[in-house]
């Protein structure tokens, strides 16, 4: 049953039902037709005509259809309605609700609500529409008014598909709407954030308000980015959606800068999750080096368990400091391994130095492909357990060989066979 109001709470609602007030972005009253969609990752309170303290009325014919770009869950805590005509018999001239998979059909069905009913729905149980529609059937004859119902809806962010003709990006750009460039907004932390990501250790404002994530334009390649504000105590972790299947085989590119290069503005890590809830369970694949400007990078996944999350973790720094994230894209992994900033760091005239980055530790060789004219064309392997630069020596021609053209003449990629 639910809680009856005060004698006071009772002349207010005769004053002002609830049925047209008190509605909020949250909270869903079925006392019309209506349809809504349900925000991924978000849950909202559910309650008949009569709100959380009130009965339904009587004569109540109401059909609620809601949506989602994922999956809908229902669940009741309360639930009562006028008793059938005797136990476990299912009348529909008695007060009943139908809660459906899609469109009302037979087949959709997913359970009925009706107190006495011998299959009416148990509270404490959630109820799924995995086709992301969600329609809710409710009627009340002119008799017995009764307290209804308090339940929870809930949008489940589906796992996203990433296969070879489909990738997943977040460039965070269509929420410049809520953005606020204020590296401390006064909107904090109602700010929405990138949707289906969850946090860790994200400060819901209160003392100390540290670390921080939302959304600004500051720093952003374009729109906006995801901004990570350290707190010198706790590390903040970011993590992406669920993906289908597992994520071993897939990378991962982004980009990202500190504020500053300092001990104090803090490292960022990137690595999977076997729980999204503990973080004991994050194993780092790659560690980012501390970089003033707009830096792309990437990580691969080439053991990760069945079922792990691809996270962020920003942590080392202290109290205070910023770090951006953005145009974050998960696709499959190409059968070779590019390198990590493949650069020309040292030119003469007849020699070109070659640098990259390693990317972890499981590439065993790397080969290089070179040019030193355009009727020349060489290649060779490269241990890279020893090396991580490489460089081209008597070149002969040196019209060939600018700044410019020998980083883009000179590419580098993993030796087949050789990527563990």
């Known amino acids: ?67 989602c770009d ?21 009348s529909d001239s008695r007060d009943y609700m139908l809660i459906y998979d899609g469109e009302v059909s037979d087949d959709n069905l997913i359970t009925r609500g009706q ?9 404490g149980t959630d109820y799924m529409a995995a086709s992301g529609i969600m329609t809710i059937k409710w009627k009340s004859n002119n008799a017995t008014e009764d307290a209804g119902w308090v339940a929870t809806i809930t949008g489940v962010c589906a796992p996203v598909v990433v296969n070879s003709n ?38 819901d404002g209160s003392y100390p308000p540290y670390p921080k994530a939302f959304l600004t334009s500051n720093y952003a390649v374009s729109g906006n980015c995801l901004l990570l504000n ?14 289908e299947g597992n994520i071993s085989g897939y990378q991962l590119t982004f980009t990202y800068r500190n504020y500053g290069t300092t001990d104090g503005d803090g490292t960022l890590y990137v690595g999977y999750m076997t729980n999204p809830n503990d ?50 894209v998960v696709s499959v992994l190409p059968s070779c391994i590019p390198t990590g900033t493949p650069r020309c760091v040292e030119l003469s005239a007849h020699t070109a130095k070659l640098s990259w980055d390693l990317v972890d530790a499981t590439q065993t060789a790397w080969e290089v492909e070179y040019s030193t004219s355009p009727e020349f064309a060489g290649s060779l392997t490269v241990d890279a357990t020893t090396h991580e630069d490489f460089s081209l020596r008597t070149l002969l021609l040196k019209r060939h060989i600018t700044p410019v053209s020998v980083p883009n003449a000179a590419m580098m990629i993993p030796a087949r066979g050789a990527k563990r």
Request: proline letters at 6%; hydrophobic letters at 30%.
């Open 70 to 90: 994922g999956y809908i869950t229902i669940n009741f805590s309360q639930f009562q309605t006028e008793p059938t005509i005797s136990s476990y018999i299912c």
């Open 279 to 328: 973080t004991t369970t994050f194993v780092q694949t790659l560690e980012c080096p501390k970089r003033a400007a707009l830096t792309t990078k990437a990580a691969f996944f080439l053991q990760a368990p069945q079922g792990s999350y691809i996270a962020f973790k920003y942590g080392d720094g202290a109290y205070d400091y910023d770090l951006y994230i953005d145009d974050v």
């Open 1 to 67: 049953m639910k809680i009856k109001p005060s004698l006071f709470l009772l002349l207010a609602t005769l004053l002002t039902p609830w049925a047209a007030n008190a509605q909020d972005n949250n909270t869903i009253i079925l006392n019309e037709n209506k349809n809504i969609t349900i925000q991924p990752g978000q849950t909202y309170n559910f309650y008949d005509s009569g709100g959380p303290d009130n009965n339904y009325g009587k004569e109540e014919d109401y059909t609620l259809t809601l949506t």
């Open 230 to 243: 350290s707190s010198g105590v706790k590390d903040l972790y970011a993590i992406l959606p669920q993906f």
């Open 166 to 203: 489909s990738v997943y990006t977040e460039n965070f750009d269509s929420y410049t709407s809520h953005t606020n460039n204020a590296s401390s907004p006064n909107t904090y932390p109602n700010d929405p954030l990138p949707q289906c990501w969850q946090f860790i250790n994200r400060s």
């Open 115 to 123: 107190t006495g009913c011998s299959y009416s729905l148990v509270t």
